[in-house]
């Protein structure tokens, strides 16, 4: 594959002001670059933001050919369908208008693509910045892994024709993990297919504490049930390996918790309010009261 003429890239933007040039700048500067990169608007009312669309738009400087698209505000989905229908090439990049990638991105994932045909999407790490400055290490996997989890990054490459065959994104998701359900949707529709992910943080990822991801979490029950429903047939073919991996989930965080308390007995310092309240009344059924014993037969 000929990788510069086989990507395009689609970025959303809605109110994002000078980030959406971080955006563009990031997807010139790649060792492989997009053939075409195209700008959804969904509707910005910002100002500023309106006139730095304006600006990319009029530049001719720009390496790659670039289109602006406008919308009303219909979400994210929404604005990632509309820019999609727009592509022709076989392979996709989704971009957020406030994250920017490294380099080698595009050259590192498409090859993933490229050489198992069995994949139809691939992503990578994520290094955080903003208000969090870490890495975080996505797995990717079959649809058995994204049953409990989501398993790749929103930004990430997929194959144009798994796109058609499961209908894109779906619009009806504005509060959240519509990114989750579309690799669901791609998974289930094709068959025996996975979700590459490069071992390496190639997506730079902003963080602040009133981004859309993190205010998701606390819809998330009511997003899952939603999920779950929609793709019941899978779920109930899975059911051993989903209730398996959100245990495995649970127990992690579980044993993290347990540390940090034992930690903090042994330094003698205060347990929380909320971990002395655990600590009077253990979970049951969860291992919460093995944890709470061991915590407290702690010795110094």
Known sequence: MNINHDVEAVITSFNQKSMIYEAVHSLCCQTIRPKRIMIVDDGSTDEISVHILNELEADRNIPVPLLVIRQSNNGVSAARNTGIRKTKAPLILVLDGDDN??????????????????????SSWLHTFGVLDAIVRPAGGNI????????????????????QQCG???????????????????????????????EKPLINYRTTPASSNIKSMEKRLGLMRYIVEKHITIYKEH??????????????????????????????????NSSNEFMESPSYGDGGMAAAVRIVSTQK
């Open 101 to 122: 990638l490294e380099p080698s991105f595009i050259e590192e994932v498409s090859k993933l693509l490229c050489e198992d045909p069995s994949m139809i999407a691939a």
């Open 144 to 163: 058995a892994a994204f049953l409990s989890h989501n398993c790749c990054p929103a930004t990430h490459i997929f194959r144009r024709e798994a796109w």
């Open 168 to 198: 894109g994104y779906d619009e009806t998701m504005r509060s959240g993990f519509e990114d989750w359900d579309f690799f669901l949707n791609m998974l289930e529709t094709t068959p025996n297919t996975s979700i590459g992910i490069v």
């Open 239 to 272: 059911i051993t390996d989903a209730i398996l991996d959100i245990e495995a989930i649970s127990m992690s965080r579980l044993y993290g918790w347990e540390s940090e308390m034992i930690h903090s007995k042994l330094t003698d310092k205060s347990f929380s």
